[in-house]
């Protein structure tokens, strides 16, 4: 509708959202975009990695975007200013260190021409069940230059932990691990399946972080 375009002419993007894709399920950018179109809100898709499926299979073809591919669709983003205008972007699985790195570069930029710019970071490592299914050299890169620039992360229980670099066995382990990441641009932290030691069956917990307290959702 009218109210997604520009003075300019150009098309209004709310939502950069910098994920996965995959041609079947429903992780990344293949479920996110379709949520966010249904929520009435313009999304700017950017694959990080193109994959057949999720590793949860025997079989996987694709891989990560070659390197100039990725930073080259951010800096079209930037030089149509969708980027430099939008309300947020979404953070979620990398492909590689690399992109880690463009992406931190990238942000700071964006948050300089564009203050009010609400970036959320899930950053995506594995979970209990699986292990670790990222480029392990994705940890630091996650610690030193995203975490700081996330508004709202939104690690699940396991990723908290490698976050964190120890073991979290209760909740309220949980809740004194994410509120050591609070500080700078990080306001909030959504942890989700958290403390699933103690979750009674047949439970998902999510804990909602802020330095006003925690809350938990069941």
């Given at each position: 509708g009218p109210?997604?375009?520009?003075?300019?002419g150009a098309?209004?993007?709310d939502?950069?959202?910098?994920?996965?894709?995959?041609?079947?399920?429903?992780?990344?950018n293949s479920?996110?975009?379709p949520a966010?179109l249904?929520m009435?809100?313009q999304?700017?898709p950017?694959?990080?990695a193109?994959?057949?499926?999720?590793?949860?299979y025997?079989t996987m073809h694709?891989?990560?975007?070659?390197?100039?591919w990725?930073?080259?669709?951010?800096d079209?983003?930037?030089?149509?200013?969708?980027?430099?205008?939008?309300?947020?972007v979404l953070?979620?699985?990398?492909g590689?260190?690399?992109q880690g790195v463009?992406?931190a570069?990238?942000l700071?930029?964006?948050?300089e021409?564009n203050?009010g710019?609400?970036?959320l970071v899930?950053?995506?490592i594995?979970d209990h069940?699986t292990?670790?299914?990222?480029?392990?050299?994705?940890?630091?890169?996650?610690?030193?230059h995203?975490?700081?620039r996330a508004g709202?992360?939104?690690?699940?229980h396991y990723?908290?932990e490698?976050?964190?670099?120890?073991s979290?066995?209760s909740?309220?382990?949980?809740?004194e691990a994410?509120t050591?990441?609070?500080?700078g641009?990080?306001?909030w932290?959504?942890?989700?399946?958290?403390?699933?030691?103690?979750?009674p069956p047949?439970?998902?917990?999510?804990?909602v972080v802020?330095p006003?307290?925690?809350?938990?959702?069941e």
């Amino acid at each position: 509708g009218p109210k997604y375009v520009a003075a300019n002419g150009a098309r209004l993007v709310d939502v950069v959202s910098i994920q996965s894709q995959v041609a079947y399920g429903g992780v990344g950018n293949s479920i996110a975009v379709p949520a966010l179109l249904a929520m009435g809100l313009q999304v700017a898709p950017v694959p990080t990695a193109v994959l057949g499926n999720t590793p949860h299979y025997p079989t996987m073809h694709g891989g990560p975007l070659p390197q100039d591919w990725f930073e080259g669709i951010l800096d079209d983003l930037e030089d149509r200013e969708a980027a430099t205008r939008a309300s947020c972007v979404l953070v979620g699985y990398l492909g590689s260190p690399a992109q880690g790195v463009a992406l931190a570069r990238w942000l700071r930029r964006m948050r300089e021409a564009n203050p009010g710019l609400l970036v959320l970071v899930d950053p995506v490592i594995g979970d209990h069940d699986t292990g670790s299914y990222t480029d392990p050299d994705l940890l630091p890169i996650w610690r030193g230059h995203l975490l700081a620039r996330a508004g709202g992360p939104t690690p699940n229980h396991y990723e908290l932990e490698q976050l964190c670099g120890r073991s979290l066995h209760s909740l309220e382990a949980c809740t004194e691990a994410a509120t050591s990441l609070l500080g700078g641009d990080t306001r909030w932290i959504v942890v989700t399946s958290a403390a699933p030691r103690t979750c009674p069956p047949g439970r998902v917990q999510v804990l909602v972080v802020t330095p006003q307290g925690a809350r938990l959702v069941e």
